[in-house]
């Protein structure tokens, strides 16, 4: 009996597993960045000015960019942002990148985007993210069987400011439409040439609440600063999004400014307080942030604050993916990429009257997002003693002693029946 109110006390959890057949499904959000960040021809003259006026450099010459210069580019952006100015038009619009874009078939446009900026890669945007303040139909469903998304992209790689990307491309992700996504943690590149197509299924986790579970699906009020860092997207609660954010306001609280290499998160709430503001980047060789962050990170999770805990979702949507590829663009695609490049804003290359097949197939590549199956994988975190459960075993426990108990007093009664009808033939003979 003891054993059954301790186990009951300790609250064991197991999770259960189902696959549910779901028609129609939400389609998930479809994140993406150019890796090039900075846009040369927009970047390159206030960047010459910059290091003109700082004695780096006495160039004009906005054709090249040395390795030196190039060393320079973090301490312009981080001046530009602390004297808040936005840095949106040194990096890659869209529309100059989409070059195709249908959905189940229906044809889709830039306006049905949302961006957002990501320190690393500049402007990326989502398609299908949870919106707010719209009477659209979001998010859309996805139609097993359909064609999905379907997207054409083109990269400018020419446009590449030196020495800041190692790689031609595209950063992608597929997340949860009411999720921040968060691509460079997760993302998956995609190289030009290449027509991919990316095939996902649905998994949805769901844990107990508290005190069953430690996991919430509340936003904190410390975390409105942050999340209006996308402010079209109605996203709520992420353990990920809340650690950069406890992380940026500890490096505050400590050293009176954010970490210059997160400042697309320098919009922050301190606790006990409700107003947004944007804390001033530290400087790059300025060692507190690098102290507070490592601090943070290393802290015993039982040593932390409660205004400084971030527990896991309790709902959560996930989307495994499988990725195959073709080559890409064939020739009879060439002449109407061709004629959608000379129509961009973007400048050409000066070879591209002759190189132009080849500076195509550098920079194009096709996207395909689909709806594997209409089956889901569920699963359901549930308390494996519940109240029912706790006396039901304690009938049974008390059944069983109260049987055993009957049973010993039938055979002691027995018995004595017969020990004394044994005695009484015993008398009965001697006499």
Request: glycine share 4%; proline share 6%.
């Amino acid at each position: 009996m003891v054993v059954i109110f301790q186990a009951y006390f300790e609250c064991p959890l197991s999770m259960n597993s189902d696959a549910i057949q779901q028609q129609p499904q939400y389609f998930p959000a479809f994140s993406f960045c150019n890796v090039g960040e900075l846009r040369y021809d927009q970047f390159i003259d206030p960047f010459l000015n910059y290091t003109n006026a700082n004695n780096v450099t006495s160039s004009n010459d906005t054709t090249t960019i040395t390795r030196n210069q190039a060393s320079y580019i973090p301490n312009f952006l981080l001046e530009q942002l602390n004297q808040n100015k936005s840095l949106e038009q040194y990096f890659f619009s869209l529309s100059p990148m989409l070059y195709q874009c249908s959905f189940d078939s229906k044809p889709c446009s830039a306006a049905d985007f949302i961006s957002f900026t990501e320190a690393g890669f500049g402007s990326c945007y989502t398609f299908n993210a949870q919106l707010k303040n719209t009477t659209a139909q979001t998010p859309r469903y996805a139609i097993l069987g359909g064609t999905g998304l379907q997207l054409g992209l083109y990269v400018y790689s020419q446009q590449y400011v030196p020495y800041v990307s190692d790689g031609i491309g595209m950063i992608s992700l597929l997340h949860n439409n009411t999720q921040p996504p968060f691509l460079d943690l997760t993302g998956m590149y995609l190289s030009p040439g290449r027509k991919y197509k990316i095939s996902y299924t649905t998994t949805i986790t769901n844990y107990l609440a508290t005190p069953n579970s430690q996991c919430t699906d509340d936003v904190p009020q410390s975390m409105k600063g942050i999340l209006s860092n996308y402010p079209s997207a109605d996203y709520g609660y992420s353990q990920a999004l809340c650690i950069e954010n406890n992380v940026q306001i500890q490096t505050y609280q400590q050293c009176g400014c954010v970490s210059p290499y997160a400042w697309d998160k320098r919009a922050i709430t301190l606790p006990g307080t409700s107003n947004i503001f944007i804390a001033p980047l530290c400087n790059i060789t300025d060692t507190c942030y690098l102290q507070a962050v490592s601090a943070y990170l290393t802290a015993p999770i039982s040593s932390n604050s409660n205004n400084f805990t971030c527990p896991k979702r309790c709902s959560n949507v996930n989307f495994p993916v499988e990725k195959s590829e073709l080559s890409t663009p064939l020739e009879w695609q060439m002449s109407d990429i061709k004629s959608f490049v000379e129509n961009s804003s973007v400048p050409l290359p000066a070879n591209w009257s002759v190189m132009w097949r080849d500076y195509i197939r550098m920079n194009y590549l096709s996207i395909n997002v689909v709806c594997e199956t209409n089956v889901i994988d569920a699963k359901q975190q549930t308390l494996v003693y519940t109240t029912n459960t706790l006396i039901s075993n304690i009938g049974a426990q008390a059944g069983l002693w109260l049987g055993l108990t009957v049973l010993v007093f039938a055979e002691l009664i027995e018995l004595l029946y017969h020990l004394l009808r044994f005695t009484c033939q015993k008398i009965r003979s001697k006499m």
